[in-house]
Nanobody, 116 residues
Framework: QVQLVESGGGLVQPGGSLRLSCAAS????????MAWYRQAPGKQRELVAS???????NYADSVKGRFTISRDNAKKMVYLQINSLKSEDTAVYSC??????????WGQGTQVTVSS
């Protein structure tokens, strides 16, 4: 069982920045592809960004150029740097860890609210 704990969410003005963090308990952290998802009120959850254990990244078109995902395998951490925030970025952001053999774990989520 992998425990994922997100932090860093909050209220920010349009154009501002946030850095979300996700701490993982799994000792073999590097084997997991880590990802950030978000779910806005009334909308389906969507993939924001992912990063493999080797560092290959993937982003949703809506966040390319504004969001940056990174990881520190030694610290078992994954980060999401969010810049140039827009109101449509308001959502609950959740951390996901996925590996082979059906291993798929979620954090509890952290709220990001973009408002003036």
């Amino acid at each position: 069982q992998v425990q994922l704990v997100e932090s860093g969410g909050g209220l920010v003005q349009p154009g501002g920045s946030l850095r979300l963090s996700c701490a993982a308990s799994e000792i073999t952290f590097s084997i997991y592809t880590m990802a950030w998802y978000r779910q806005a009120p009334g909308k389906q959850r969507e993939l924001v960004a992912s990063i493999t254990g080797e560092g290959t990244t993937n982003y949703a078109d809506s966040v390319k150029g504004r969001f940056t995902i990174s990881r520190d395998n030694a610290k078992k951490m994954v980060y999401l740097q969010i810049n140039s925030l827009k109101s449509e970025d308001t959502a609950v952001y959740s951390c996901n860890a996925r590996a082979s053999l059906g291993r798929n774990f979620w954090g509890q989520g952290t709220q990001v609210t973009v408002s003036s």
